[in-house]
């Protein structure tokens, strides 16, 4: 099977090298792509430099955009997996074929790398698992089922959801409501325990209030997902 990994990237000149390092010693069978979105720092020189597989959006699209980007060369180039994998360095691909094994074994559509089963690595901020947890209960209620990391961005798809995100994914924060939808759809979703760094050089770009934002917006689009025929 041809699996492919997708890497947003935007401003991520520091931490490129150690995440291609990482899936090259770690995940040598899975292919990679970065996909810049339209970094202001040097990553794209970098990527050229290095000879890395990437790709330069010409606009910036955010998150939501960068990743659809990934999944639509993804679809192009006929593999059969993708797997969404940060380019800050928190993910760590030594999952990523236990990921995979795990992903035939149960006939999953999506099986997302959750922090959250064993409590080990880097847990995020008290404030924003406090809100992953009111997410986790939305989510849950409306689709009865109980997904954890609903926010995790390490996750691993087949090719029916890759197909689905082709044809659309939410422009920012885009995890959540995404995984809803595959929920409601009626693909199987599944999670395995992982553990995470903290990111590998820079900052995030969610502060409070940014955090505040993403409660509601994320909580309002999976609301109104939900009566989606």
Same mark, same amino acid.
């Given at each position: 099977?041809?699996?492919?990994?997708?890497?947003?990237?935007?401003?991520?000149?520091?931490?490129?090298?150690?995440?291609?390092?990482?899936?090259?010693?770690?995940?040598?069978?899975?292919?990679?792509?970065?996909?810049?979105?339209?970094?202001?720092?040097?990553?794209?020189?970098?990527?050229?430099?290095?000879?890395?597989?990437?790709?330069?959006?010409?606009?910036?699209?955010?998150?939501?955009?960068?990743?659809?980007?990934?999944?639509?060369?993804?679809?192009?180039?006929?593999?059969?997996?993708?797997?969404?994998?940060?380019?800050?360095?928190?993910?760590?691909? #030594?999952?990523?074929? &236990?990921?995979?094994?795990?992903? $035939?074994?149960?006939? +999953?559509?999506? /099986?997302?790398?959750? *922090? !959250?089963?064993?409590?080990?690595?880097?847990?995020?901020?008290?404030?924003?698992?406090?809100?992953?947890?009111?997410?986790?209960?939305?989510?849950?209620?409306?689709?009865?089922?109980?997904?954890?990391?609903?926010?995790?961005?390490?996750?691993?798809?087949?090719?029916?959801?890759?197909?689905?995100?082709?044809?659309?994914?939410?422009?920012?924060?885009?995890?959540?409501?995404?995984?809803?939808?595959?929920?409601?759809?009626?693909?199987?979703?599944?999670?395995?325990?992982?553990?995470?760094?903290?990111?590998?050089?820079?900052?995030? #770009?969610?502060?409070? &209030?940014?955090?505040?934002?993403? $409660?509601?917006?994320? +909580?309002?689009? /999976?609301?109104?997902? *939900? !009566?989606?025929?």
């Amino acid at each position: 099977m041809k699996k492919l990994i997708i890497i947003p990237a935007y401003n991520e000149e520091k931490n490129i090298d150690f995440v291609v390092a990482d899936i090259c010693r770690h995940a040598p069978e899975f292919d990679y792509v970065i996909v810049n979105d339209c970094s202001r720092d040097g990553i794209r020189s970098l990527c050229r430099r290095q000879g890395y597989n990437h790709i330069d959006l010409p606009v910036n699209l955010g998150i939501g955009g960068c990743v659809q980007a990934g999944y639509l060369y993804a679809q192009k180039h006929d593999y059969d997996i993708a797997v969404q994998f940060d380019g800050d360095g928190q993910h760590d691909a #030594s999952y990523l074929n &236990p990921m995979f094994e795990a992903m $035939m074994k149960q006939n +999953s559509d999506m /099986i997302i790398g959750s *922090r !959250f089963l064993h409590g080990q690595g880097f847990q995020s901020s008290a404030l924003r698992r406090g809100g992953i947890k009111f997410l986790s209960w939305l989510i849950k209620v409306l689709n009865k089922k109980e997904i954890r990391d609903v926010t995790s961005g390490l996750r691993m798809v087949n090719r029916k959801v890759i197909d689905d995100f082709c044809q659309y994914y939410p422009n920012d924060y885009p995890e959540p409501e995404t995984l809803s939808a595959c929920l409601r759809k009626g693909y199987r979703v599944d999670e395995f325990p992982v553990e995470m760094r903290q990111r590998h050089e820079g900052q995030s #770009s969610i502060n409070i &209030p940014g955090s505040v934002y993403y $409660m509601v917006k994320v +909580s309002l689009s /999976i609301l109104i997902d *939900r !009566f989606k025929m």
